[in-house]
């Protein structure tokens, strides 16, 4: 029995998200990628977006839109609009509808010689603040925890609830590929979530990534029972990237001279991040 890891990766059709898909699946692992419309997830192309390393990798695109929490976990046992990528060939690309989770006795794309297993949850969607507090509708409020914070909580348990049956099987290591990593949880906070960090237009989201970092502190004291590792990144700046982008131009402005003389990241620096902390090499 060969037994491959397989990585959920959210937001994963852009900015960091795409780069730690891209880096994720460059070192072995099979991917399920969640995107937030059907558009997001059909523009993703195998040749630049994903690899395939070895015979046994296959990738997965859902269309789910996180920010409607909880609305959308009311179906986390249906089935959404996704593709499946078996190879970087167009005769290999299937659209169909998918479970984000397997159930029991369904465990992804397994074949009778092919086991594969819940190895990495990262959570890397989120949407940024446009306007100061005093000005933000419910609705965007809303948006925002939901996206940043609420979901991310879902779909830990749901990752969860799969990486303790990773960790009870049994695995003959030497025939995992690529290889076996005790299963991991990495939620992508940011500096605006630390408590010096004040600058105005970024209340509510700040709010929810700093919420995000102690759910994940708490998280990793309740997981590490059943060998599950939780950590979160907090970045700074990441260059290249839509969140910066969308942010207000006043919190724009006072972000980068806040951060003036810290280091700056882009989207694949902090993919190599992602992956060192996932191989336990966070030192």
């Known amino acids: 029995m060969n037994y491959v890891p397989v990585a959920v990766v959210t937001g994963a059709t852009r900015g960091i998200g795409k780069a730690i898909v891209s880096k994720l699946s460059q070192e072995g692992l099979s991917c399920v990628m969640i995107g937030s419309t059907e558009q997001s997830i059909s523009e993703i192309k195998p040749q630049e977006h994903l690899h395939f390393v070895n015979p046994f990798q296959r990738h997965r695109a859902l269309a789910i839109d996180l920010s409607k929490w909880p609305q959308w976990t009311a179906n986390c046992r249906g089935k959404f609009a996704g593709i499946n990528f078996e190879s970087d060939s167009i005769d290999k690309i299937h659209k169909g509808h998918y479970r984000i989770l397997p159930k029991v006795n369904e465990l992804f794309w397994d074949t009778p010689r092919t ?7 990262v959570n890397c969607a989120g949407i940024a603040q446009h306007s100061l507090s005093l000005r933000s509708s419910s609705d965007q409020i809303a948006r925002i925890m939901n996206l940043n914070f609420a979901s991310c909580v879902s779909l830990c348990n749901m990752a969860t609830k799969q990486m303790v049956k990773t960790v ?22 940011s500096i605006l979530g630390e408590p010096q960090m004040t600058i105005p237009g970024t209340t509510v989201y700040s709010a929810s990534k700093a919420a995000l970092t102690q759910y994940t502190r708490v998280l990793t004291q309740e997981t590490m029972t059943w060998g599950i590792r939780a950590e979160s990144l907090s970045p700074g700046l990441v260059t290249g990237t839509d969140m910066t982008n969308e942010m ?25 991040k992602v992956w060192q902390i996932y191989l336990g090499e966070n030192n």
């Open 248 to 272: 207000g131009s006043t919190a724009k402005e006072q972000l980068v001279d806040t951060l003036i003389g810290l280091p700056t990241h882009t989207p694949e620096e902090i993919a190599n």
């Open 115 to 121: 086991h594969y297993y819940m190895s990495l949850l």
């Open 168 to 189: 009870r099987l049994d695995l003959e290591k030497k025939h995992c590929i690529p290889k076996y990593v005790s299963p991991c949880i990495i939620n992508m906070s």
